[in-house]
């Protein structure tokens, strides 16, 4: 079945850091892609996705990029900020749809520190 | 506009009770689903409704868990006899339809707790 494999957390950077975290998958097809922020005390939101390979998605200076060739989608940042600190999930969804719901990886904690 | 509810947002209750989770979809959205995220874990999905209808219950952990929707809205997730492994946060998330490009918006939860 279908797999979403993410960084184990947590991870502490300082502020202005370069961020990384890694996300790989197993699928059968092209899935959608997606990473999803859990901020503390609230409910899971978008961050990004993408569709098709080589397609980035970006928002609030975080972006990825879809690499069929590797099965990656790992999400970067080039200066995180004490705001980002949350918990982001990679997560697919199959070629055929939402049927199955998204697949979720573990979840990764980010933690910045001023 | 109102994003997806929730409700009880916390529930503790003892082993061997039933309990009934609520959510609310934002208006409009006919695919509905239900997720369970145990602690540490990531999120393991339950079951999806198209409107009422849900074609798949095979994600349900097992013969206690029941969901049901009405009127294309209000879903309902039943855990009959609960026991300790049941203690997790439930999220309920809508979309618009079941497209593979459609976002799905999530709930706050519900953090269940089994004693």
């Known amino acids: 079945g279908d797999s979403v494999t993410q960084m184990e957390g947590p991870v502490t950077l300082s502020e202005e850091a370069f961020l990384t975290i890694n996300c790989t998958y197993t699928?059968?097809?092209?899935?959608?892609l997606f990473w999803y922020v859990q901020y503390p005390g609230e409910g899971l939101q978008l961050l990004l996705k993408?569709?098709?390979?080589?397609d980035k998605g970006s928002n609030k200076g975080f972006e990825a990029t879809y690499r069929k060739e590797t099965t990656s989608f790992h999400l970067e940042k080039g200066s995180v900020q004490v705001s980002d600190s949350a918990v982001y999930f990679c997560?697919?969804?199959?070629?055929?749809?939402?049927?199955?719901?998204?697949?979720f990886g573990k979840g990764t904690h980010l933690i910045i520190q001023p | 506009g109102a994003g997806v509810s929730q409700s009880p947002s916390n529930k503790v209750t003892e082993k061997g009770k039933d309990v009934e989770l609520r959510c609310d979809p934002i208006?409009?959205?006919?695919?509905l689903y239900w997720y369970r995220q145990r602690l540490g874990q990531g999120l393991e999905f339950l079951i999806y409704?198209?409107?009422?209808?849900?074609?798949?219950k095979s994600g349900l952990p097992s013969d206690r868990f029941s969901a049901e929707r009405t009127g294309e809205s209000v879903s309902t997730l039943t855990i009959q006899r609960t026991q300790q492994e049941d203690s997790a946060v439930y999220l309920c998330?809508?979309?618009?339809?079941?497209?593979?490009?459609?976002?799905?918006?999530f709930g706050p939860g519900t953090r269940l707790t089994v004693l």
């Open positions: 998330a809508s979309s618009y339809r079941t497209s593979r490009n459609n976002e799905q918006f």
């Open positions: 699928a059968t097809g092209y899935p959608s």
């Open positions: 993408a569709t098709k390979a080589d």
């Open positions: 997560a697919l969804s199959p070629p055929g749809g939402g049927a199955d719901g998204l697949t």
């Open positions: 208006s409009g959205h006919t695919a």
């Open positions: 409704f198209q409107g009422n209808s849900a074609p798949d």
